[in-house]
């Protein structure tokens, strides 16, 4: 009888871990570089400025080298004139060169962004990165990141934040199960 109930343990951890592996929760934190600041018929100059991004992601491994996620962000861009707040919600897909555990990923993101309060702009926001991610475990990813942002507010805090764009580069890094 022991033995049954061991064998039946050790099914059930292999099905628990084995279905871990598909499911890939990640937080992830970006420092966004803006380069370039285009805001209509506003009376102040374009300033470049800086933003930070933290992200919560789950999602599924379709196979070794292909996962999809989706998930909820917080962005913060800060600038004399134009700086905002913004939640995006976004769909992301990483694709991993080779397939392996550690190694070169390519990964694309985007998505709206919803306005709870008058503090937050409404609009959209894409990515498009390069990333090397490292196996710290057999489920737990620390991964590298950088690439290019772009975000565009089409409903803001005053009159000048309306259809203000911003285009620029980000490092990130996060981490991943």
């Avoid at 992200?55 to 909820?72: C, E, K, Q, S, T």
């Amino acid at each position: 009888m022991k033995t049954t109930y061991l064998i039946l343990l050790m099914f059930f951890y292999h099905q628990l871990t084995t279905a871990q592996n598909k499911i890939n929760i990640e937080l992830r934190y970006d420092q966004i570089f803006v380069s370039n600041i285009n805001a209509q018929n506003s009376p102040y100059p374009s300033n470049n400025d800086s933003g930070n991004s933290l992200r919560v992601l789950a999602g599924y491994h379709i196979n070794n080298y292909l996962n999809i996620n989706a998930g909820l962000g917080l962005d913060n861009y800060n600038d004399d004139f134009y700086g905002t707040n913004t939640i995006p919600i976004v769909a992301n897909i990483k694709y991993s060169i080779g397939g392996q555990p550690k190694g070169v990923f390519l990964m694309l993101e985007g998505g709206p962004q919803i306005k709870l309060s008058d503090s937050f702009d409404k609009g959209y926001m894409f990515l498009g990165a390069i990333g090397y991610k490292i196996k710290l475990s057999r489920l737990l990813r620390l991964n590298f990141m950088g690439g290019y942002n772009f975000q565009k507010s089409t409903e803001g805090l005053n009159i000048y934040d309306d259809n203000v764009s911003r285009q620029g580069f980000f490092i990130g890094t996060s981490i991943s199960l």
